[in-house]
């Protein structure tokens, strides 16, 4: 069986250094060479990886011999090179969010389907202590039937008017849904299943193509009935995003956050006591072979390899990464229609 | 240099704290003067305390300047290099809290240094250009040891960087201290470390009974720390994070991870007293012993 996942990382700029140095640092993968059109970025990155640097994907697919590549380019560039590279036979590991684009998502999804490939979508936080365990809670029944979902991302970083090409800049990056925000839909969707029907309200502070604050109320899979409140410009947000998700069900609710899981449970589980309960990330094991920041990266790395070598699922997979883009669309259409949309999901995987 | 068993460290003087945002909250409006940082350290010193552990941020470093003042060479200081917001805001003027703005100002400033990096695959110069400017920044806190820090370190061992290794060693002893490094990966970046053959006689890293950040796992750092008998350990993360309790925190770390020494950050004066006082009680007289460390 083959032992380590050969791969390339395309996109030099600071996640795609984050996905070299991880690579380096796990004995499941051989970082075989780094992409980036910009020709001294990558020159440098290569000769500090100790690896062959191209400056585009063609040329490094036909140079060089690997399994799997990281697309942590702007987002504009994933949907190309994604399609190019699961047609090549190639898995992928692309970073949030998955195309920007539902459609294009969706036709991402279908293609690495049809080419047998593992294609996995940048969700990172699902693999942060704290979130993955409540998702082994809420799995292990401690909750009971889940009745209530709510999901809360602030940031800080769009308080004040903005030069025109720092907005342009931001805007092509999907705004604040680029900057953090998908990464709570993902874990929202993660726990309370597909959306079928939304009416959101947003605002536009500062940005002019998409909100800056988002509040939606929604309708999931299984008649979980939820609540999404976004916004990076909240003021006073300085040191740590916060975002959390908090959860009722018929037995207990827990909020979640980063830094632990607050618990509420009516009668007393095998590790969770009758009533109030916190725990803390620092309190749940997590071992890696190689840490790098505190955003679960290194086990999502780690997930992508095992599904690459073991040929098991891949997950958050594609079509998990097309569910949040089409939320965001459905977000933005309610917000801006004043109406209703439902069913928010047409497609199914 | 003189390497005490019990040090204070610095993480609430920065606001980082493993116990949530209102904790961060209340550690940046706490310690938001050098007097309230100052304030800790000097009863840390009352208690016995002689090892203090700095970033090089401003106000640590000058709440330190005025301990020095006080306790001379009766006490060892232990900087962290380099803090890489701070040291971009003061390269670029940009203020720490903007992080992007300083990132595109250090690019744009040290880009023909990239583009020689680029060129050659050497970044020796721009890192050395850095470093230098960071050891004249802490220069008055007059360090005893200078550790690099853990991000860089895991980052330098993992992608084999032994000439940046080896550089920051030899500004650090041209400086008159002791090289060392923090990581965050030990039983990973002690094997890489072994591999280049680059030794450095200090090395800080987590120990603690929960295993919070022993990475790659808990056996896998404890037998590092019984393979290199050469190395000086100071265990982090004594408390993980604040999840256990002091007396059973500093058990584990001397007793059975068996490190030499600890480092433990302190949110305030009653603090000082509770687990310095508990770490006498476990230490008996080693509460006030200290190690003699070589630069080589």
Not at chain 1, 95 to 121: C, F, I, T
Not at chain 1, 158 to 174: D, G, Y
Not at chain 2, 36 to 45: C, D, F, L, T
Not at chain 2, 268 to 292: H, P, Q, R, W
């Amino acid at each position: 069986m083959q032992e380590k996942v050969r791969i390339a990382v395309a996109g030099m700029g600071e996640m795609g250094m984050v996905r070299a140095v991880i690579a380096k640092g796990l004995s499941q993968y051989e970082l075989v060479c780094v992409i980036d059109p910009r020709g001294t970025l990558a020159r440098l990155a290569g000769k500090q990886f100790g690896v062959n640097h191209f400056s585009s994907y063609a040329k490094a697919a036909s140079a060089k011999e690997f399994d799997a590549l990281v697309i942590s380019t702007p987002l504009e560039s994933h949907y190309e090179l994604g399609m190019q590279a699961v047609r090549d036979g190639k898995h992928v590991l692309c970073e949030k969010p998955l195309a920007g684009n539902s459609s294009r998502a969706m036709e991402m999804h279908r293609e690495a389907q049809k080419n047998d490939v593992k294609a996995q979508v940048g969700y990172n936080w699902r693999f942060h202590v704290t979130f993955k365990k409540a998702k082994e809670i809420l799995e292990n029944g401690l909750l009971g039937e889940l009745k209530y979902a709510r999901l809360m991302v602030y940031k800080s970083e769009v308080t004040k008017p903005e030069e025109k090409s720092e907005k342009k800049n931001r805007e092509e990056r999907f705004g604040f849904y680029g900057a953090l925000a998908v990464h709570g839909l993902d874990l929202l969707l993660w726990y309370a299943g597909k959306p079928n029907s939304l009416n959101a309200m947003t605002t536009r502070v500062f940005s002019s193509e998409l909100s800056d604050l988002i509040s939606a109320v929604c309708r999931f899979d299984k008649g979980v009935h939820g609540v999404i409140d976004l916004g990076w410009s909240h003021h006073g947000f300085i040191d740590k995003d916060e975002m959390s998700v908090y959860l009722t069900g018929t037995t207990g609710s827990m909020n979640v956050n980063p830094d632990c899981i607050e618990m509420y449970l009516e009668k007393e589980c095998p590790d969770f006591p009758c009533g109030d309960s916190i725990i803390y990330a620092s309190e749940i094991p997590c071992h890696t072979e190689f840490w790098f920041t505190h955003r679960g990266l290194s086990h999502e790395m780690e997930a992508f390899a095992h599904a690459v070598l073991q040929r098991t699922s891949a997950s958050p997979s594609w079509y998990d990464g097309y569910l949040v883009d089409r939320l965001v669309e459905a977000l933005e259409d309610s917000g801006r229609s004043k109406k209703i949309i439902s069913p928010v999901v047409e497609e199914s995987e | 240099m003189k390497l005490p068993k019990v040090m204070l460290g610095s993480n609430p003087f920065h606001a980082v704290s493993y116990r949530g945002t209102q904790e961060r909250k209340e550690y940046r409006r706490r310690f938001s003067t050098v007097e309230s940082i100052h304030k800790v350290m000097e009863r840390s010193a009352e208690v016995g305390i002689r090892g203090f552990h700095s970033y090089a941020k401003d106000m640590e470093i000058r709440a330190i300047i005025k301990l020095r003042e006080k306790l001379g060479d009766s006490m060892t200081v232990v900087s962290i290099l380099p803090d890489i917001y701070g040291a971009m805001s003061r390269q670029t003027g940009a203020s720490p809290q903007d992080k992007n703005l300083a990132k595109i100002k250090m690019l744009f400033k040290n880009m023909p240094a990239l583009m020689s990096a680029g060129v050659t695959g050497n970044l020796s110069p721009m890192v050395d250009s850095i470093l230098k400017a960071e050891m004249g920044f802490i220069r008055e806190t007059r360090p005893n040891f200078i550790l690099l820090h853990g991000t860089l370190a895991d980052v330098a061992c993992v992608t084999e960087q032994k000439k940046l290794l080896l550089l920051f060693k030899e500004r650090v002893v041209e400086a008159g201290a002791v090289p060392g490094l923090t990581t965050h990966n030990l039983g990973t970046t002690y094997k890489k470390l072994i591999e280049m053959d680059v030794h450095f006689p200090v090395i800080e890293a987590p120990f603690n009974p929960k295993g919070f950040m022993m990475q790659p796992s808990v056996q896998a750092c404890l037998e590092v720390r019984k393979d290199a008998s050469d190395v000086h350990f100071i265990g982090k993360k004594v408390l993980a994070g604040g999840s256990c309790d002091p007396r059973r925190g500093l058990l584990y770390a001397y007793r059975e991870a068996g490190v030499q020494c600890t480092v433990i950050g302190i949110g305030s004066v009653n603090e000082a007293d509770e687990t310095f006082g508990i770490a006498k009680e476990v230490l008996g007289d080693e509460f006030s012993y200290e190690y003699d460390v070589k630069a080589t």
